[in-house]
């Protein structure tokens, strides 16, 4: 006996990449269905070799569902999560809604598995920030060896993270630049993403610091530890998919730069691609599609106690959202739930 499984704001780029991957990882499902708002009502999306039609989510009943994959903003989760969880049905959120709320598990299930049994508070699980889970994924297993004082890292995040009208905002900017009188004044980012980069991601606060640097900072201490001290600069760049990230890690033991690529070698979601030549990395480019989180220029870091640095590259869509939302249902499955 398999699952019956939900996919809220399945019209979405995670929402698709949900079902796509619910479908590659032949996740024990006996029924699925899409729901999405009522403007998107009766839209198609694929399954594995099957088209789903969208029904409302403002009518769905979610009692005798297992459970209901969260892809819509904060403001809708806030809605609709609770009344999903009442009815029984287990919320897999990938909003920011609860992330920070101390009776929901915040899951990357490479990192903190066991955390998942505080799920029963209040039904609910949060899946971390994209540019969070794959960082903490390469963090972990280096934490358990010489502990991590301090991190300081600095993003290039694709515009898929803002979703399909910035992906279409990058294109047409594109476009504009090379053919006269088509250029496209910015509507989705502040200034310009085509051939640009912008140091401003989510709003800002009063320290001057963004939500999304934010985020780093506080999902990485309730995932991993929270004495690990986190400083974030989040940068969006002209890339489609895939968000990259230069991480300094500085460690309380002492650790070489060969013994920490041997750990993560053997690190469980991580591939290691590190020769020291022209093309001996990981780019955005080569890991869209991919189910890992890749690091590459691993390094010593001369000008502190037991540093390091490594550069580290992930599908945003796959493992900072939608393959992080099934893992963890995969993983209420294996503890929990026991089905299928």
Same mark, same amino acid.
């Given at each position: 006996m398999g699952y019956r499984v939900a996919v809220v704001g399945a019209t979405g780029n995670v929402g698709r990449e949900m $079902?796509?991957?619910?479908?590659?990882? &032949?996740?024990?499902? #006996?029924?699925? =269905?899409?729901?999405?708002?009522?403007?998107?009502?009766?839209? &198609?999306?694929?399954?594995?070799?099957? /088209?789903? %039609?969208?029904?409302?989510?403002? /009518?769905f009943d979610f009692a005798g569902w297992d459970i209901a994959f969260f892809a819509i903003g904060s403001d809708a989760t806030k809605q609709y999560a609770p009344k999903a969880a009442k009815a029984g049905c287990v919320v897999i959120d990938n909003s920011s809604l609860y992330r920070y709320d101390m009776d929901v598990p915040l899951i990357v299930p490479e990192v903190n598995p066991d955390a998942i049994e505080?799920?029963?508070? %209040?039904?609910i699980i949060a899946n971390p920030n994209c540019s969070t889970a794959q960082m903490v994924v390469a963090l972990k297993p280096l934490h358990d060896r010489a502990r991590i004082k301090r991190v300081v890292v600095a993003t290039y995040q694709s515009v898929s993270g803002t979703g399909k009208e910035a992906m279409d905002e990058l294109w047409s900017q594109t476009k504009g630049i090379y053919v006269p009188g088509q250029e496209v004044e910015p509507k989705v980012y502040p200034k310009q993403i085509a051939f640009n980069v912008i140091p401003h991601i989510d709003t800002f606060m009063e320290d001057g610091t963004t939500r999304e640097e934010w985020k780093m900072v506080v999902e990485t201490k309730k995932i991993i530890d929270p004495s690990i001290k986190v400083h974030a600069t989040c940068v969006r760049v002209p890339v489609f998919v895939g968000h990259s990230e230069a991480v300094n890690v500085e460690f309380e033991d002492p650790i070489d730069a060969d013994e920490a690529r041997e750990i993560l070698r053997e690190s469980p979601g991580i591939l290691v691609v590190d020769k020291r030549e022209a093309?001996?990395?990981? /780019?955005? *480019?080569?890991?869209?599609? &991919?189910?890992?989180?890749?690091?590459?220029?691993?390094?010593? #870091?001369?000008? *502190?106690?037991?540093?390091?640095?490594?550069? =580290?590259?992930? #599908?945003?869509?796959?493992?900072?959202?939608? $393959?992080?939302? *099934?893992?963890?249902?995969?993983?209420?499955?294996?503890?929990?739930?026991? %089905?299928?």
């Amino acid at each position: 006996m398999g699952y019956r499984v939900a996919v809220v704001g399945a019209t979405g780029n995670v929402g698709r990449e949900m $079902l796509n991957i619910l479908a590659e990882r &032949e996740f024990p499902a #006996d029924e699925v =269905v899409a729901l999405a708002s009522r403007r998107s009502l009766g839209s &198609e999306c694929s399954y594995g070799d099957r /088209t789903l %039609k969208t029904l409302d989510l403002d /009518t769905f009943d979610f009692a005798g569902w297992d459970i209901a994959f969260f892809a819509i903003g904060s403001d809708a989760t806030k809605q609709y999560a609770p009344k999903a969880a009442k009815a029984g049905c287990v919320v897999i959120d990938n909003s920011s809604l609860y992330r920070y709320d101390m009776d929901v598990p915040l899951i990357v299930p490479e990192v903190n598995p066991d955390a998942i049994e505080g799920y029963a508070k %209040k039904n609910i699980i949060a899946n971390p920030n994209c540019s969070t889970a794959q960082m903490v994924v390469a963090l972990k297993p280096l934490h358990d060896r010489a502990r991590i004082k301090r991190v300081v890292v600095a993003t290039y995040q694709s515009v898929s993270g803002t979703g399909k009208e910035a992906m279409d905002e990058l294109w047409s900017q594109t476009k504009g630049i090379y053919v006269p009188g088509q250029e496209v004044e910015p509507k989705v980012y502040p200034k310009q993403i085509a051939f640009n980069v912008i140091p401003h991601i989510d709003t800002f606060m009063e320290d001057g610091t963004t939500r999304e640097e934010w985020k780093m900072v506080v999902e990485t201490k309730k995932i991993i530890d929270p004495s690990i001290k986190v400083h974030a600069t989040c940068v969006r760049v002209p890339v489609f998919v895939g968000h990259s990230e230069a991480v300094n890690v500085e460690f309380e033991d002492p650790i070489d730069a060969d013994e920490a690529r041997e750990i993560l070698r053997e690190s469980p979601g991580i591939l290691v691609v590190d020769k020291r030549e022209a093309g001996g990395y990981v /780019t955005p *480019v080569e890991c869209v599609g &991919e189910y890992a989180t890749y690091v590459s220029r691993i390094r010593e #870091d001369p000008t *502190v106690d037991n540093g390091l640095s490594m550069w =580290v590259v992930s #599908d945003n869509l796959r493992k900072g959202a939608a $393959l992080n939302a *099934v893992q963890i249902a995969e993983l209420l499955g294996r503890r929990i739930l026991k %089905k299928g």
